[in-house]
Nanobody, 127 residues
């Protein structure tokens, strides 16, 4: 499995922006998809965005597509998530995920479709 390490989380005031980055090591060129999920305390892990292959189409959660942008840099083996106009509801742990097996072709928006996960990075948005 590929190893994933997130960075870029932190504390920000409402209305601010953050850029999260996920560095992939190991067999990252063969990945079918990479994505970002988030989880607030006491809630299920929630899909944020994903991108297929090295330069595939992006997918976004409907509620977030106007404020987030996912991008993958195959040369650097990174996938970034740019988030704008943050609100306290965006607070949570953000996880990078990767699909080694192609299960995201069935459904990309579910955590079960991804088999490799990073440790997560905390994002806290204050009002």
């Amino acid at each position: 499995h590929v190893q994933l390490v997130e960075s870029g989380g932190g504390s920000v005031q409402a209305g601010g922006s953050l850029r999260l980055s996920c560095a992939a090591s190991g067999r990252s060129d063969d990945l079918h998809a990479m994505g970002w999920f988030r989880q607030a305390p006491g809630t299920p892990r929630e899909f944020v965005a994903a991108v297929r292959g090295l330069n595939g189409n992006p997918y976004y959660a409907d509620s977030l597509r106007d404020r987030v942008t996912i991008s993958r840099d195959s040369a650097k083996n990174t996938v970034d998530l740019q988030m704008l106009s943050l609100t306290p509801e965006d607070t949570g742990v953000y996880y990078c995920a990767a699909d080694d097996y192609g299960t995201t072709y069935i459904k990309i928006e579910t955590p079960e479709s991804f088999n490799s996960w990073g440790q997560g990075t905390q994002v806290t948005v204050s009002s």
